[in-house]
């Protein structure tokens, strides 16, 4: 399975036509102790680009855009049952939601590891 990662520092991990959702460990560092997050509806559609969602922390809030087009088919109740799984395992327990995407097409225009490393970098 390949990850890729948007500038506003969401990772996409596609699988069989569906994506997993979440932030990147750059943006938890920067956001600090997340303390709630507001998760799309399973069953709504988004354009990429879209707010899907929110995460809050103690310093900020932060919209969360759908990085890929489709429907979301699942959220992680137990990010927001336990927000702070997005801070300490963002790119694993820590997913925001999982899409059935429009567009495969789209994922490939999203930045590789190496490339989003030197985006972060001077972020």
């Known amino acids: 399975?390949?990850?890729?990662?948007?500038?506003?520092?969401?990772?996409v991990r596609l699988d069989q036509g569906n994506?997993?959702?979440g932030i990147t460990q750059h943006a938890q560092d920067?956001?600090?102790d997340v303390v709630?997050?507001?998760?799309?509806?399973?069953g709504?559609?988004?354009?990429k680009g879209e707010v899907a969602g929110v995460v809050e922390s103690v310093k900020a809030a932060a919209d969360v855009f759908m990085p890929i087009g489709g429907e979301v088919i699942e959220v992680n109740e137990s990010l927001r049952a336990d927000p702070s799984l997005a801070n300490s395992d963002p790119m694993g327990?820590?997913?925001?939601f999982k899409v059935r995407v429009k567009d495969t097409g789209e994922f490939d225009q999203l930045m590789d590891q190496a490339a989003y490393d030197g985006f972060a970098k001077d972020a």
């Open 93 to 96: 327990g820590g997913w925001f």
């Open 44 to 47: 709504k559609s988004f354009d």
């Open 19 to 21: 994506a997993t959702v």
């Open 1 to 11: 399975m390949t990850v890729k990662f948007t500038s506003d520092h969401e990772w």
């Open 36 to 42: 709630f997050v507001d998760l799309p509806e399973v």
């Open 30 to 32: 920067a956001l600090g």
